[in-house]
């Protein structure tokens, strides 16, 4: 069974720092791109960083770009998303998704599997 289990989300004051891990099981993230999407209450899902499946290749949405990095570790089968600086604007609920590909990644396209999510709230 694929399976995308997210983690690392909780609470955490304006400027803060958080790191988000996206662990698999049931396959290998080898061969799959990553991406971390958000959604915020009533707000659409919006994508905001992918890695492409050999960490080579990462991909920013605009308003995280320099404050969020995504790596993976192949060792783990896990990727990351450090989160740094954050603002209110930030909070969401933080998922991970991935997409057999290679050697690329793009945010905006359709993934194959998806985790649960995991919170993320910036307080003012």
């Known amino acids: 069974q694929y399976q995308l289990v997210e983690s690392g989300g909780g609470l955490v004051q304006s400027g803060g720092s958080l790191r988000l891990s996206c662990a698999a099981s049931g396959f290998t993230l080898d061969d799959y791109a990553v991406g971390w999407f958000r959604q915020a209450p009533g707000k659409e899902r919006e994508g905001v960083s992918c890695?492409?499946?050999?960490?080579?290749?990462?991909m920013y949405e605009g308003s995280v770009k320099g404050r969020f990095t995504i790596s993976r570790d192949a060792a783990k089968n896990t990727v990351y998303l450090q989160m740094n600086s954050l603002k209110p604007e930030d909070t969401a609920i933080y998922y991970c998704?991935?997409?057999?590909?290679?050697?690329?990644?793009?945010?905006?396209?359709?993934?194959?599997?998806w985790g649960q999510g995991t919170q993320v709230t910036v307080s003012s």
């Open positions: 998704a991935a997409v057999r590909l290679f050697d690329v990644c793009v945010i905006q396209m359709t993934y194959e599997y």
């Open positions: 890695i492409d499946n050999n960490g080579d290749s990462s």
